[in-house]
């Protein structure tokens, strides 16, 4: 069984995104959420879930000084590092963890700077199946939606049992030795998030963990609206 209490913990923030699809001047994460820029509100929830732990965030180097700007602004106090991102994801978790010291890392967890409602419950069910020596842990929610797979042609498709799927969400969290030893590995783009970098390294079998239905992720105005409402619940 794996023990971290004398290791450095980390949160990996992504928030290098351009967010062009949400239609706003400013990338989505930088966008008001409760009367601050959302980004705010993902770094205080995770801090809030796992207290003590390192806070690196990665953004596009773009956007170095108006983040700064805008914790002056709002008074943003929480202590976190930034990190410039690179051309893909995976790269800029690489960038990231570059700056870290494997022999003093307990676990890591990646987290999308887009979801920012991650509840405490969900970092605990994380964080205990890593300890309990998986090699990292995936919290995942069940599809609603029926699915189709279409085919080879792109044209015709099919109807997939959906009880056998599970939509992923973030933070995934990890062995942090086992994490760096993953991303000092050859990238490639079928890395679409960091289980896909872990199981190609050989690490695994990975454990899912019941995600939460609020940790979704914003991509449109609407869901920036349907994120404060839930704030406003919890108050």
């Not at 995942?140 to 029926?146: C, G, K, L, P, W």
């Not at 760096?180 to 890395?191: C, G, N, S, V």
Request: proline share 7%; with cysteine; glycine share 8%.
């Amino acid at each position: 069984m794996a023990t971290y209490q004398d290791k450095l913990n980390v949160h990996i923030v992504v928030a290098a995104g351009s967010g062009s699809r949400f239609g706003s001047d400013l990338p989505k994460q930088f966008c008001l959420l409760a009367g601050r820029p959302m980004l705010m509100t993902s770094l205080s929830r995770l801090d809030e879930c796992a207290p003590g732990a390192r806070i690196i965030v990665v953004l596009s180097e773009s956007m170095f000084e108006p983040w700064r700007e805008m914790c002056r602004r709002y008074d943003f106090r929480l202590p976190h590092e930034i990190v410039g991102g690179g051309a893909t994801r995976a790269e800029s978790v690489k960038n990231a963890i570059s700056t870290l010291d494997p022999a003093r890392v307990g676990w890591i967890s990646v987290h999308d700077a887009a979801r920012p409602l991650v509840t405490r419950p969900m970092i605990d069910r994380l964080v205990a199946a890593v300890s309990g020596g998986a090699p990292g842990a995936i919290p995942v929610v069940a599809v609603t939606d029926s699915l189709r797979l279409i085919d080879d042609d792109g044209v015709g498709s099919r109807a997939v049992d959906r009880s056998r799927y599970r939509a992923v969400q973030t933070p995934q969290l990890f062995d942090g030795s086992s994490l760096i030893k993953a991303y000092d590995r050859p990238l490639t783009p079928e890395f679409t998030d960091d289980a896909s970098v872990m199981e190609a390294a050989g690490f695994g079998p990975l454990v899912i963990t019941d995600g939460h239905p609020a940790c979704f992720k914003v991509t449109s105005p609407g869901d920036l609206q349907r994120a404060e409402a839930m704030l406003e619940s919890e108050n």
